[in-house]
């Protein structure tokens, strides 16, 4: 009787391993869709990801790999595979970036890494397109930069900043192009230079400041150009260095040149770059060389 039963119980067993089999792997039903586990391999034979699908929909959690078997990338399926929830990394599964996907395009925050997984930049995203407000740091973990972004195109505020975190730049860009005003900074706030952009290349005047707030360099552009009114002053006190204009980057017209003292040490004339007329230098005294 003993006997009997042993052996049924091994008949059990031998026939719930025989129908207990893993499903199979990367099935496609009637219709043509993926159905249940995939793993599917390159022609060496090794996996380029592995994950599930339900009607040809993506499902919880994919793995795609290197050549080198590593952890390439690893992504979390909802929503009926409309929405991916990603972890992309480098070799040795050092972290590289983090984001959402929605219809296979990046959408809303996304975060930028390197080695060793120092977070680099935040970018927002809509419908795959940069959109929002964009944030670089430093190694430090700082914010350095600000800019915006509608359709991947820079439109609004830009701001650079110094690690204590006082703002080093700033300006605005519009469709692309920096334009209008713009500042810099020295640390600690106060205004080192002011000028203008228009269309992302200097245009009219610029100012130059020293760091008690006395202007030391005037330049004026038309379009990118050095077109204009032109002087120096020296930085220690003030004094005017030199005055001149520029025409189309040129210097043009009469240039004076003053030492320490502020006193015209020599003149010069242009007419578009080249020496044109006399050039005169002058003793302290102020009269004239011969």
């Known amino acids: 009787m003993c006997k009997r039963i042993f052996s049924l119980f091994i008949f059990v067993l031998v026939s719930a391993s025989l129908f207990a089999q893993p499903p199979s792997l990367n099935q496609i039903d009637k219709n043509g869709k993926k159905q249940g586990k995939w793993i599917k391999k390159d022609e060496h034979n090794k996996p380029i990801y592995e994950g599930t699908f339900k009607d040809d929909k993506p499902i919880g959690e994919f793995q795609y790999y290197y050549d080198t078997g590593e952890i390439k990338t690893i992504s979390f399926f909802s929503t009926n595979g409309s929405v991916c929830r990603t972890k992309h990394f480098f070799p040795r599964n050092i972290l590289m970036a983090e984001g959402k996907y929605l219809n296979e395009k990046r959408d809303s925050i996304w975060k930028f890494y390197n080695a060793p997984n ?14 929002g407000i964009e944030k670089n740091y430093s190694r430090q973990g700082k ?148």
């Open 118 to 131: 120092s977070l680099v930049s935040e970018e927002s995203y809509r419908n795959g397109k940069k959109d």
């Open 143 to 290: 914010v350095v930069e600000e800019k915006n972004w509608k359709d991947s195109i820079l439109n609004g505020a830009w701001k650079k900043y110094y690690e204590d975190g006082g703002v080093q730049q700033e300006g605005i860009y519009n469709t692309g192009f920096l334009e209008g005003e713009v500042k810099y900074y020295f640390p600690g706030g106060k205004v080192a230079v002011v000028g203008a952009y228009q269309h992302s290349l200097k245009h009219g005047k610029w100012i130059h400041y020293n760091k008690t707030g006395q202007i030391i360099r005037i330049e004026n552009y038309n379009l990118g150009e050095l077109h204009g009114y032109y002087a120096q002053w020296y930085e220690k006190d003030g004094t005017p260095k030199l005055k001149g204009e520029y025409k189309q980057e040129k210097k043009h017209g009469k240039w004076m040149y003053n030492d320490e003292k502020g006193k015209v040490e020599k003149d010069s004339s242009f007419f578009v770059g080249y020496i044109h007329g006399a050039c005169t230098e002058y003793y302290e005294s102020g009269n004239k060389k011969t």
